[in-house]
């Protein structure tokens, strides 16, 4: 089935430090999707991005579809403790109507 | 609106035993969805359904069975649990088919023994 690989795995930043991640795949993919995840919770929707180039933002929040439609990019600015978390990207399932996830990016904000 | 609930939080149960995860979602949507999480797996689809009386199989169907008598409620079963079911269950749900911006519920923290 389709792949998604995150990096980096784990990031352990300063408060205040911006924050880049992304996710590639070997197909194309037509919409992409970012979310995070909070210990003993669901995954929650951050940002959904829909056309090959688009550039979203949600807050310090700035999500990019890649122009080869196979990656997208996840940036945080300004990172606050609340920030902490599992960040997944996620796209459409081919051959089935639900989404297939990365492995995730566990970011934790250092003191 | 609650969103998307399920039950339990967590449940224990030995290899063998059967049991169904609940799922209800009130926002009206068509389409609802049982996902699990295993640690450094991400989250792979078991099964979904698109409406009422349509159900389909996901990603890892194998060991579990679902209905959609309603547009509100999803339940999973396990018929016969095994160790390698143990696992973080999540249902999601989205308006309608090709909507891919899903909401999830809060989980079910599954063990095997």
């Known amino acids: 089935g389709q792949q998604l690989n995150q990096s980096p795995q784990s990031m352990f930043i300063q408060e205040g430090e911006d924050v880049s991640m992304n996710c590639t795949s070997s197909s194309i993919f037509n919409t992409w999707l970012w979310y995070k995840q909070e210990p003993g919770e669901g995954p929650v929707l951050l940002i959904a991005?829909?056309?090959?180039?688009e550039l979203t933002s949600n807050g310090r929040l700035t999500a990019q579809f890649g122009i080869t439609r196979k990656d997208s990019f996840l940036n945080i600015s300004a990172s606050i403790p609340s920030d902490v978390g599992i960040y997944f990207c996620?796209?459409?399932?081919?051959?089935?109507?639900?989404?297939?996830f990365g492995k995730g990016t566990h970011l934790i904000i250092q003191p | 609106n609650a969103g998307v609930t399920q039950t339990p939080k967590f449940q224990v149960l030995k290899t063998g035993q059967s049991m169904t995860l609940q799922c209800a979602q009130d926002?009206?949507?068509?389409?609802m969805s049982w996902y699990r999480q295993d640690p450094g797996m991400g989250l792979r689809l078991i099964h979904y359904?698109?409406?009422?009386?349509?159900?389909d199989q996901g990603e890892v169907p194998n060991g579990y069975n679902v209905s959609r008598s309603t547009t509100e409620d999803f339940p999973l079963r396990l018929l016969s649990a095994a160790p390698s079911q143990t696992s973080v269950y999540f249902c999601a749900s989205s308006p309608r088919l090709g909507f891919y911006e899903q909401y999830f519920g809060p989980g079910t923290r599954l063990t095997v023994t």
């Open positions: 991005l829909y056309k090959a180039g």
């Open positions: 359904s698109v409406g009422a009386g349509i159900t």
């Open positions: 926002m009206n949507h068509e389409y």
């Open positions: 996620a796209g459409p399932i081919g051959g089935a109507d639900g989404l297939t």
